[in-house]
Structure formats: structure tokens, C-alpha cells
């Protein structure tokens, strides 16, 4: 049988959406994608037991009470619904062991949720930045990223140095106690967090969905590996 793999979403005041790249992505890497509607924080356990991992998709701005900052004049639109339910889920499936694969947001809203803070607007970092909101087609990557060695990426990728997509605004500041920074960008910004203390828990901040369905191979794996993960942790986790 096929992992299911639970997928977060946007929503606005009439509907649920989500980019058909990330459930694409999941399908041809092997899983079954099952979006998580809004509203379901408190079936958080429930839903943990009829999937066997989490992917955490893109989407606005995490509110930044929720790592003890007020608002930036640049923060973007919350969705104070899509925290609540996000930072109830990844706790969760941390908890159980469970394979979670975050993608920008999702990577931010998963450091926010154990302890890590953000970068409400790039502007609040300190040097020169790179474009990191890139005019480029998504499936063009724009910029490179230095690799932590024994990471999760530097396997996959078996090299130190990667290049990726960028379409974001903010970013990690301090990661999370449970985690490490994996990939960082030429400027500082760090893009990539991942846990070393459970099976496959990793975060990036670019966007391998748009990569991946146009053959690039480091994004290929990183669905792959995920949906592999998830499917060999099923009566274990």
C-alpha cells in the first residue's frame, strides 16, 4: 500500500486552495496526498493516525505573536485558523516520530512551533541580500545554498553546494532548540533547518515542488525520500 501523506493548505473566506504542484509532487514520489482542511486542530491526534507523514506547504505569514514578536510594518497576511491547526500538527507528529517535510512557510511555521523565531521581512537582517523574491519561472533556480555535511540534503544531494528557487520575504532567524540549520545562502539566510533526533523531519525554504516536476534531481529526491520515509515508518512510528 501507498503512504497517505497529510498536506496543509491555504484557505480565505470561501475556500481551501493549494498549488496542484505539491500534490503532484506527492503522487510522483510514490504517496497519496490527503489535505488537511482548516478548522481540525482539536482531531490533531486522529488525523496523525490515518496518515503516515506530514508535508507543510506555503502559504501568508505565520503571526508573529506566536514567537513573541509584535507586527513588523512589512508582515504580510496571517491566517491565525492555518497557525493554530499547523503549529497543533507538527507538534504532534514530532512527538510521534512521525517524517515531516516543511516548504517555506511550512519551514517557518515548523521552527515557530518548538521555540524558533523568524524574520518578519528580510529587511530585518543585517548585509547585503541576495534576490530572494525571484522574477524567474518556479521551476528556475536562482541562487546557491552551502550544505551542512552529514545533513539530510547533503546526502541527497551528495554535495556541499546546491542551487534553488526563492520566492519569500521572510525567513528563519533563530532555529529552534530540536533543530539545526542545514542549508544556508550566500547572504546568511538560512534556508534549510532539519532534526537530528527523528527519523525525517526537514524544512526548506524554497520551493522543491516547483523544481521537481521539471525533472531536477535533488527535488525528485526530496520528495522520493520523504514519501520512501513515510512508507517504511508506517507500523513503527
Not at 30 to 42: A, N
Amino acid at each position: 500500500m501507498k503512504p497517505v501523506i497529510g498536506l496543509t493548505c491555504s484557505i480565505d473566506e470561501q475556500k481551501h486552495f493549494l498549488n496542484n504542484d505539491y500534490a503532484e509532487a506527492i503522487i510522483r514520489a510514490g504517496g497519496i496526498p490527503l489535505v488537511i482542511p482548516m478548522g481540525t486542530e482539536t482531531d490533531v491526534v486522529q488525523l496523525a493516525g490515518l496518515v503516515d507523514g506530514l508535508m507543510m506547504s506555503g502559504g501568508n505569514d505565520p503571526n508573529p505573536l506566536l514567537f513573541g514578536q509584535e507586527p513588523h510594518p512589512k508582515l504580510g497576511e496571517v491566517t491565525p485558523e492555518r497557525d493554530a491547526l499547523e503549529v497543533e500538527l507538527a507538534r504532534h507528529f514530532l512527538y510521534l516520530n512521525k517524517p515531516i517535510l516543511g516548504i517555506c512557510r511550512g519551514m517557518q511555521i515548523l521552527n515557530v512551533a518548538v521555540g524558533g523565531t523568524l524574520y518578519q521581512d528580510l529587511s530585518q537582517h543585517k548585509g547585503e541580500l541576495l534576490q530572494h523574491s525571484q522574477d524567474a519561472p518556479r521551476y528556475h533556480p536562482s541562487h546557491y545554498v552551502h550544505v551542512s555535511e552529514e545533513s539530510h540534503l547533503q546526502r541527497l544531494s551528495g554535495s556541499d553546494r546546491i542551487t534553488v528557487n526563492s520566492y519569500h520575504h521572510q525567513a528563519v532567524k533563530d532555529v529552534a532548540p530540536s533543530f539545526v540549520a542545514s542549508g544556508i545562502a550566500s547572504d546568511g539566510i538560512i534556508e534549510a533547518i532539519e532534526s537530528r533526533r527523528h527519523r525525517f523531519v526537514l524544512g526548506v525554504q524554497w520551493h522543491p515542488e516547483g523544481m521537481a516536476l521539471k525533472g531536477d534531481p535533488l527535488s525528485l529526491k526530496i520528495f522520493e525520500h520523504f514519501v520512501s520515509v513515510c512508507a517504511t515508518g508506517r507500523h513503527t512510528a
